[in-house]
Each structure stands twice: as C-alpha cells, then as structure tokens.
C-alpha cells in the first residue's frame, strides 16, 4: 500500500508537470512579470522626472539667494516604487489563483478522470490535498520569480543597493502574497468542483474577485468623508486636525460601516500589511518592522483564516460526482 | 417550387432575435446584469449617502467656527456638479459593465456553437455578413436597454434628493454619459463575440478577452500616464497631470489610441463634471477611439464568422 505522502506527492508533481505542459502557467506568470516591470519603470522613469524638476527648483532658490543649508533634500525611499507592483500582485496575482484553481478542476472533469481516480484506493482529502500541494508549489515559484525580478530591477533603477531589511521585507511581502494568491486558487477551485457547468464556475469566481478585490475597496474609499469634495471636506472648511478628530466621532456608525465593507475585501488586508512593511504608508515610514506587523496582525490573521475556512469548505465537503460528470 | 434565399436584412433580423433570445436565456449573462444593477443602486445610494454626510458634516462644523471666530464658508456641496453624484458609475461600468458585456457577446456566438447550430446553418444559402449584423445588433440592442434601465435609476435618484439644480444642460449629461459608457461596453460585446467565434475551447475564448481587459483597464493607463492599478479604479484619477518626459510622449503615443478604458474615464470623467479635465488627452481624440474601436471589433467579428469553419465548429469547455 503506497503511503500517503508519497500518493500526495505523486498527485502535486503531476499537477506541477500539467500546468507546465499547458503553458498556461508560463502565460499568467509572464503576464504578471511584465506588469511589475512596466510598474516599477514607469515608477521610476515618474520620480526621475519629479527629481529633475526639484533640482531645477533647487538651482533656481540657489540662483535667487536663498541659502543651500535652508533647503531641505527630499527623502528618496526606494520600497515605496513598489507600490504598483504590490498592486499588481493584488490583482493580477488573484486572476493566476482563480484560473490554476479552474484549471486544476477542469482537467480532471473535461477527461472525465474524476469520477474515475476516486474509484482508486485513495481517499477525497489525499486527491485535493495533492491538487492544493502541487498547485501552491507553483504560486509560489511563480511569485518568487516575479519577486526575484522585481527586486533585481528595483535595485537597478532606483541606483539604490537594497539592504538586508530591505530584501526581508520584500519577502514578508511574498509570503503574504502567497498566501493570498492560494486563497484564490482555493476560490476558483472549489467553484469548478461545485458548479455544473465549468464556464459558469469560471465567470462566478470573477464575479467573486471583481467583487471583493476591485468594488469593496473602491466603495469604502468613496464613502470617506473627506474624499467627497474635491481637496478634502474638512480642509474646504479650514476645520484643523483636533476638531476633525471631534466632528467624526459623529460619524462612528457610518465610519464603521465604511471600514466593514474595505474589511471585507481580502485584498485590502494584503495591501495593507504590505504597504505598511514596506513603508509605502507614511505613517510606517522608517519603524521598526517587529512594531508594524505587530500593528497589522489584524491583517495577517485575515488572510491565514480565510484561508482556513476555504480550505476547510474544500475538504470537508463531499464531492458530487454525478453533478461534476462532463457535459 | 423554389424559395429564394433570404436577404441579408432577413438573416440578419433573424439572427438578432435568436441571438437576444438565447442571451436572455443564459444563466450567467443575466446574473452579471442583476450584478451590474445592484452596483448602479449603490452607485445611487453612494451618491446621496455623498451629499447627505458632507451636509451632515457641515453643519457640524459651523458651531466649531464659530467658537474659533472663523467666517463659515459656504457649504461645499453647492460647488459640487450635480452629475458627480454618479462618479461610481464610471468604475462600475468599467469593471462590471465590461465584464457583463464580454459575456453577453460570447454568448451570443457560444449558443450558436454549442447548439450545433453552424454546421447547418453554414450549410444553407444564408448571407454570413447578415448573420454577424444581426449578432452585432444584438449586442448593441442588449447594452442600450440594460444601460436605459439603469439612466432611468439615475434620474429617479436626482428627482428624489431635494436641493440638486436639474437643468437642461444636466440631462444632457446624464445621456451624454449613458452613450460614451454604450460604446465603451459594445466594444468589449464585440471582443466577446470574436474570441467566442475565433477559438476552440469555451475556456480560452473567456480568457483572452479578459486577459485584454485587464491589460487595458490597469497596465496601459500606467504606461501612458503613470496612474497606478488601484487608482485605474478612481474616476478622478482621469484628469491627472500626466507626468512629462520622453518615455511618458512616446507610450502615450503609441498606446494612446488603443487605451479605451482611459478614453472612456477622460470622457466619462469630463461628462461628469468630476475633475476640470487636464490629462493628455482631448475630448475629440477619446471619442474618436472608442469609435474606431468598436468600428474595428466589429469588422473583425464580420470577418471572423465569415473565415469560420463550419465542420470544425464544435466548441469544448
């Protein structure tokens, strides 16, 4: 009898070899490179040119009298270019989860092999189990690669070397956006093993993403009090900070009510922590990095328990194989 | 006795009607529509929730002015244009409206193929060029109506909040806004209609649409003005300063005239009254695209069914 470990295995380097065949892998992981890379140049190619405009103001000052130790250099963080990157990897990064998670159950429904390897002496969790271990082997090497990338052309745009808490920073990152991208494998998996028609599965999971990833954020965003007129409500009322502390106390429901529904987005809680560890935030600019996750674990405990309850939906619920039979 | 064939007005009259009637059939077209709807109810709460707080913050704020001495300003809200109350619905036409339009071309193609419709039909003395018309009528037809319905939702919200100036020049917008969001959705039913005509599987002709849509809605938009994925989402993100410089002149160059999701937030954005308007592009050169556009999808639809393979048409998951 053929252990356990050894049936998982074979199943996730069977996965691995498929996806691999299937170029479609290659595909979304070239897509997602590509769209890092066009982020952090167009980053960079951005604060070039807001650099060439300081130093043209710079000598202007200097021109009309005004004394160098009086101007203050601005601060160059080279993290903060990964902004659009992070953000790619929060979207595009959740279309490579749903489409491997569609792709792992495709294959098995459109050969008809489903119903046919659950015949075999290997039990429901073992076969998904595979499926999730081999499927996650693959996030993660395509992340690592598009981290890896990403990283080498941060250090050589910025013409900054990145520390060594720069680079256990962007790993941080990683692994978080890791975790998220199998969350949407998890997603898109267990709709094409519940829906009938594979297609349907595929346009719910991106009603799904589009949903929670895209819409949610945008709405606790637009239902911010000060991002309701043009320059801030509070500035166009010349109202300082204190007093705007006193006016939103007011407003506790509607700020709570706002901030559930950014809650609700996975992505938000990804970005967040992301943003935060790489100082994108100011506010978290130049702390120490135990302080900030301490202060984002909320975020870091969003993402592990999501992916908890959908690993639990997945193998503790029964397979139908009559309703998964192919068309 | 022998019947002449049928002209292509008829075929192509003939093909709409099957084409709307197996789109209204479909289970996921009409669930991404519900969709789209509920987002232009909340688009309509979001914007009297908009108005309803920044006046509730107002007169908060008079108190506390007037126990600093401070002269109390008017109140915001009377400078906000009355059609930016539906600023959301440019990100939800964006996002759910093209996506729903991409799947309600395909359909209209996909019934046809997966009904074993092609071979026979392709078989017949019909006019090929009358039976793509007819599939692009549809789709243009569908989106009109969806998209009336939900101007209808808009104007009843601006009838019920008390306050708004609704003048002539505000109606106009709102149509104005609901005919640059029709064309920004046909084109993306044509490429929904081309992929499903053009590939073998169910599976790759949704892919590569979207794959497009994304490319086009948060990687173009940062290549020619530098306005990053989440704030693609934003509507006045539209009208930013474009960043200067020789890379920013060229990509804008090149990659302008294809970036609809950005000709359609500059014109939408504008129509709206979000932001004054000061992006690289201009109002003529936005519309132009989105014309061209779906000119262009459409005539590669025609040409796709009119190459396609009859006794090849059988379409996989």
Not at chain 2, 79 to 96: E, H, I
Not at chain 2, 239 to 262: H, K, R, Y
Request: some cysteine; glycine content about 8%.
């Amino acid at each position: 009898m053929i252990s356990r470990t050894s049936q998982i295995s074979t199943i996730a380097a069977k996965e691995i070899s498929d996806a691999l065949h299937a170029h479609l892998l290659t595909l979304l992981t070239g897509f997602l490179v590509a769209a890092a890379l066009v982020s952090l140049s167009v980053s960079a190619v951005a604060l070039h040119g807001e650099y060439l405009i300081y130093i043209e103001s710079r000598d202007l000052l200097i021109s009309l009298g005004k004394p160098v130790a009086d101007l203050v250099a601005p601060a160059f963080y080279p993290l903060k270019l990964l902004r659009g990157f992070v953000e790619h990897a929060e979207i595009i990064g959740a279309v490579l989860g749903i489409v491997l998670g569609y792709r792992a159950a495709a294959l098995e429904r459109g050969h008809s092999t489903l119903a046919l390897i659950l015949t075999r002496p290997l039990s429901q969790v073992t076969f998904l189990g595979g499926k999730l271990a081999g499927n996650a082997a693959l996030i993660v090497t395509a992340l690592a690669i598009t981290f890896i990338i990403g990283t080498l052309t941060l250090s050589t745009v910025s013409g900054v070397g990145l520390g060594a808490t720069d680079i256990f920073r962007i790993t941080i990152v990683f692994a978080a956006a890791s975790l998220y991208v199998i969350n949407f494998f998890l997603l898109g998996f267990i709709l094409a093993l519940s829906i009938k028609r594979l297609p349907t599965a595929l346009l719910v999971a991106f009603a799904i993403w589009l949903s929670l990833v895209l819409i949610a954020p945008q709405i606790g965003d637009t239902m911010d009090p000060d991002n309701q007129v043009a320059g801030g409500v509070f500035r166009k009322l010349d109202i300082a900070k204190p007093d705007e502390k006193e006016i939103l106390k007011s407003f506790a429901t509607y700020e709570t009510i706002r901030d559930s529904i950014e809650q609700a987005s996975p992505a938000k809680h990804f970005e967040r922590l992301s943003f935060a560890v790489l100082g994108i935030k100011d506010i978290y600019n130049g702390q120490p990095l135990g302080d900030i996750i301490k202060d984002r674990m909320a975020d870091v405990w969003w993402l592990l328990v999501t992916f908890a309850a959908l690993a639990g939906l997945l193998f503790l619920r029964p397979l139908n194989l009559t309703r998964l039979t192919k068309e | 006795m022998v019947f002449p064939p049928p002209s292509t007005s008829e075929i192509a009259r003939l093909s709409a009607n099957f084409a709307l009637k197996a789109g209204a059939r479909d289970n996921t077209v009409v669930l991404l529509t519900l969709l789209f709807f509920i987002m232009v109810l909340v688009s309509a709460y979001l914007g009297w929730s908009a108005t309803d707080t920044v006046n509730a913050i107002y007169a908060k704020t008079i108190p506390v002015l007037l126990a600093h001495g401070k002269p109390i300003p008017p109140n915001p809200v009377g400078d906000t244009p009355v059609l930016s109350l539906f600023r959301n619905m440019v990100t939800y036409v964006g996002l759910l409206g093209a996506l729903a339009a991409l799947v309600l071309g395909h359909q209209t193609v996909a019934a046809d193929r997966k009904g074993g419709v092609m071979p026979l039909l392709f078989s017949r003395p019909v006019s090929r060029t009358g039976i793509a018309l007819g599939k692009i009528a549809a789709i243009i037809f569908s989106i009109a109506a969806a998209l009336a319905a939900a101007g209808l939702v808009n104007a009843l919200t601006m009838l019920m909040l008390p306050g708004l100036s609704l003048t002539g020049t505000v109606w106009l917008g709102l149509l104005m806004f609901y005919g640059v969001s029709a064309l920004y959705m046909v084109a993306f039913g044509l490429l929904g209609a081309v992929s499903a005509a053009a590939f073998k599987t169910e599976s790759m002709a949704l892919l590569v649409p979207i794959t497009i849509w994304l490319a086009l809605t948060f990687i173009v938009p940062q290549m020619t003005a530098n306005i990053g994925p989440m704030a693609a989402l934003n509507p006045q993100s539209a009208n930013l300063v474009v960043p200067t410089g020789t890379f920013f002149d060229i990509a804008s160059a090149i990659l302008g005239p294809v970036s609809i999701a950005e000709s359609y937030r500059y014109l939408a954005s504008s129509i709206l009254e979000i932001t004054p308007g000061a992006g690289r592009t201009t109002v003529e050169g936005a519309l132009l695209a989105l014309i061209l556009a779906n000119l262009a999808l459409a005539w590669a639809f025609i040409l796709t069914v009119k190459k396609f393979d009859a006794c090849r048409s059988t379409y996989r998951d």
